[in-house]
């Protein structure tokens, strides 16, 4: 049996969202700058509380070759995380079952950092490429 829309404020405590990225092999990245279609993909995405603007003048990196990663450039698998705590203001919203952009909003009020602000943070560390971030938020 499903839990009414309204009882989820009660019984919803996180709600975790995830996606798995290509990690960089950290022996052979290199900078890259991003290019001009790459920065409007994330324009396109719109993500709230990023500066697309500030964002593409940080350093960005891109797959090299090594034996180490055997010249893929890659070196493993990495999670990006999107989180949501049931904060009083997403409590709020789904007692009121504001299920569309009112609830992204209370969430973000409540501290959530969307998979696409947590990917160019991994980006930005050299983690990932930006490529790999738009790969995956664009699939879901």
Known sequence: QFVAPKRLAEVLSVCLGQRVVRRLCPRCR?????????????????PAGVNVGEVAKGSFFAPGNCKVCRQSGWAGKM???ELVKNGSRVA?????????????????ADGMVSIVASG?????????????????????
């Open 79 to 81: 999670l990006l995380f």
């Open 30 to 46: 290199r900078t890259a700058p991003l290019a001009r279609e790459q920065i409007e993909k994330l324009e396109a995405l719109r």
């Open 92 to 108: 709020e919203a789904l007692r009121h079952e504001t299920f569309d952009a009112g609830l992204e909003e209370a969430a973000r």
């Open 120 to 140: 160019l943070e991994q980006a930005q560390r050299g983690w990932t490429t930006i490529d790999e971030v738009l790969r995956v938020v664009e699939q879901s």
